[in-house]
């Protein structure tokens, strides 16, 4: 199971009061790039960015009955006219009120999927394992809305495979899992379940079919097999909600003949913060950070000698700069960072770098002095993603020694030819 | 004035309750381009992103004095272990509590300029002008942290120049005027005025040398002309705050010798919600929305013929697509987007499109069926943008009549030439 106190130490996260972090540049980085994947995935299936208020109003909340079913969970507040609002946990209520404000619209508008990135709220009686459970997390929810059950069925699985799509990109093996539908309401439902030890869920899986089991089976559907249960972390949720919020709310559609209908709705959310606390905890070990490689915040560290040392007088710190600007160059979305911490050892620094999960680490030392000049390159590989369902840290290899022209050539992925070559 | 019923008309934003609005899909385009501009100005100063929680115990504003000062207009909450927070209007106290709990940072690691965009809070007593003072906002806010006022100064200035950067690209003449530093404290503090209508504060400013003056002068420094006042938005604020939060709470740094010393700091914040709404003020007619070109939702729309019309038979739905596609290959940034109404007519779309500030509308109808065929082409020009501080709309000019590639000529800019060809 990861350390907390791992996120704390390397810098990613502190924490300011109960379930509430401040998420450092480092952490942010990742999730900025998190983003960025989750955005692309949503608005490839079709999805349009809106921002609604993080405060709802709560007669909106008492018209669903979710305000008392809810309950403690809410965060509430009154303004100075002691109108009250929440903070919202997630938003059907202001988007059927939003439609109800709009006025019915014609049938040929919809389907319309509309999406937000924002903060979310919930009001945790004993918020714990970090960013896992935090009381303010960010979060994508997306919103369909639908004339029929088909249409919003059809929906439902072009964002599910949207959802499969990112996980993939991720490659993190995210389970859909049937759910019931609890307070939201509606027809269906799944939850979408990461392993990792810290999770409060519990995942049936196969062990042979790699696939996640139906509640309450004792068996693999496919096989036959005798299931194995995994702690699990729930990264997202979609839900076709029908009309649980069109009708209280009066959010309704013109069909092509006949009066007004209540618009069907679908829900979709995947928790931002939590899901790289989840990508976190499922690949890294007590000891050392590792991130999917799409969205480690630096790809690349550059570590340099110790101001002083022989080879820090030999080399001289340009060289950091030189390579930095040649790797910028040859590999232009590369992120790549130099370690400037030029007062400490190269092994204190390399150990840092290990635990802070950089994919790729190269060291400028004694083996740059040689003849002909080498670097030490650390890359952190991953071979058993393909077991699926098992927490798969990934490991770090021994050191290759490469000169420029090797690394360059590794960095371009050509690695068989150079594992050889310096094998 | 820009009407504001415009916002709502075009689809931009939808109140929700008094100073809150829901950003619709158009408008949240524009935000994202907004947004991004800002991000590349305050990166390229060397700023880091993070993010601080929304929710800011109330206990740190107690120390520093602000829950009284600012009293009414904060919007305050309880949890359900009635601990108290704010929805954080700013974040200086959060900042040096951040330090504060880091522990003292060697001089070494500092100066650092950190910076967040988020959503902040003012419960305002009674809002008004939409976006421009609203409840719930979204802001850039960035926080400087030094070891002495000269490096606090130095800092300062390159912020200055990065707004000032940011302003440029985005053609708005917004000025930098010297202000008390208020509740804030400290000892530099500039507003970044831009002339608008609708704004709440005055500015001076010479006709003649098109600059803003100080507070108070009756006559231009530099040519001691008479100064003319304007209504003006406020859409960005920088202070040097020195040690009035760092002290109460505790953030330190420690010097090369001796003991632990406060650090000093410096902030920045940009509106940005407030800046969409201002440009738009800025720029609009009560009739038409104008947006900065960098930050229109969309750079294209196509308007094709009416449903069932004779340029609809004799043209067909497919030309539009196909032309979608020709520029799309030839403009690979441009957002392009088609009119799908086609049950309406083009004269309709045609004002409607105005309306909604595209910068180049294109029209395939009547003159698409002569020989050789020719596209209407609308395209927004604002020809006295130098004039600085008036509010200068952009005036759509009468169609120009163009084939396909004088089309794409004119898109890519060779537009003197092709003035000259169509006159």
Redesign the interface.
Known sequence: MLDEQLLLECGLI?P??SG??????IA??A??KLESHIIACIEAAGA??????????STLWDKTGRLEEVG?EL???E??HQ?K?L?SPTHEE?VA??LS??GPMSYKQLPLL?YQI??K?R?E?RPKHGLLRA??F?MLDAYGLHTSEDCARTMYSRVSDAYAQLFKRLQLPVHRVSAPPGSMGGSMSHEWQLPAAAGEDELATCPRCRQAALDGDQRCETCGGALQWLQSVEVGHTFILGTRYSLPLGAFYTPGTGGPQPILMSCYGIGITRLLAACLEHLSTDKSLRWPKLIAPYDIIIIGPKEGSYEWQSIGSDEMDRLYDVIAHTQPDADIIIDDRHHLTIGKRLVMADRMGYPTIIVIGKAYLESPARYEVYRSTRPDFESGTQTTPYSTPAALLLTEAELLSHLEGNDEQLIKSSA
């Not at 509430?20 to 540049?25: K, N, V």
């Open positions: 502190r300011t009061s509430l972090f401040t998420i450092l540049p942010r980085r999730l900025n349009q960015r809106m921002s609604l208020p993080s405060l709802t109003s403690p965060m509430k507040m303004d100075r109108k609002f903070l202001a009120d939003l404000d709009v509309l924002g903060n709220y009001d009686h009381r303010e960010s």
